[in-house]
């Protein structure tokens, strides 16, 4: 049971430059979230979605687009890549019982921008 | 706008001493959830609890939850190496979407 998978695991990109995070679980999940954890931080809530084809905003979506076309799969956009984006980023899903289960954490994409 | 806060946010312990890590937040919630994260690597879930009164515990880690005071304790018993991490609680919005609102983060070193 691989859980919540992230790729790539480490990326470097050029200011301007746009890319997708990967993330997709296996347990069946309706709920995952976007999360950026900058260093010394908590994490910080950036999309969410509750089930295929309904996403939302969290804390911090400006810069950031996603999509739930299945419900293994919700991928994250950066458009125009900024300095500010340097980040470690968490995929996150939790099942039907919701709250009375906790979230479950991809390993994170390390992302800089240069 | 539910917020939380943590102290501390830098806990040096020696070994087999005990300690108390303080989670307060700003609005009413009776779903609080502990997580562990090492150093590179992602988030471990560690405790959830889900009323007023909640007591979980495991191995040397104890949580609660008083809901009335808005406050969750994470109590370390005699700590150990290993328990060197990072504990960060994170707190129900009770809306839609289950959203959780996160600490700081607290960073334990326990020393030999």
């Known amino acids: 049971n691989a859980g919540v998978t992230q790729t790539p695991k480490f990326r470097i990109l050029k200011i301007g430059q746009s890319m997708t995070l990967q993330c997709t679980q296996d347990?069946?999940?309706?709920?995952m979230y976007w999360y950026r954890q900058d260093p010394g931080m908590g994490l910080k809530l950036i999309y969410y979605?509750?089930?295929?084809?309904?996403?939302d905003k969290g804390e911090v979506p400006n810069g950031y687009n996603v999509s739930r076309s299945t419900t293994e799969d919700f991928p994250l956009r950066l458009e125009l890549a900024a300095p500010s984006q340097t980040s470690v980023y968490f995929c996150?899903?939790?099942?039907?019982?919701?709250?009375?289960?906790?979230?479950?954490f991809g390993d994170g994409t390390r992302l800089s921008i240069l | 706008e539910l917020k939380v806060e943590q102290n501390p946010l830098f806990l040096s312990m020696q070994e087999g001493k005990n300690y108390t890590i303080y989670c307060n937040y700003s609005?009413?919630?009776?779903?609080l959830y502990w997580y562990r994260q090492d150093p590179g690597k992602s988030l471990e879930s560690l405790f959830v609890l889900l009323s007023n009164g909640a007591v979980k515990q495991e191995g040397r880690l104890m949580a609660s939850l008083d809901t009335k005071a808005r406050l969750s304790t994470l109590h370390i018993t005699a700590a150990v190496h290993d328990l060197s991490a990072t504990y960060f609680c994170a707190v129900d919005m009770l809306g839609y979407g289950n959203k959780l609102v996160f600490g700081a983060g607290t960073i334990l070193r326990v020393k030999s």
């Open positions: 609005t009413t919630s009776d779903r």
């Open positions: 996150a899903s939790s099942g039907d019982r919701g709250r009375d289960q906790p979230q479950h």
């Open positions: 347990m069946n999940h309706n709920y």
């Open positions: 979605s509750v089930g295929a084809g309904i996403t």
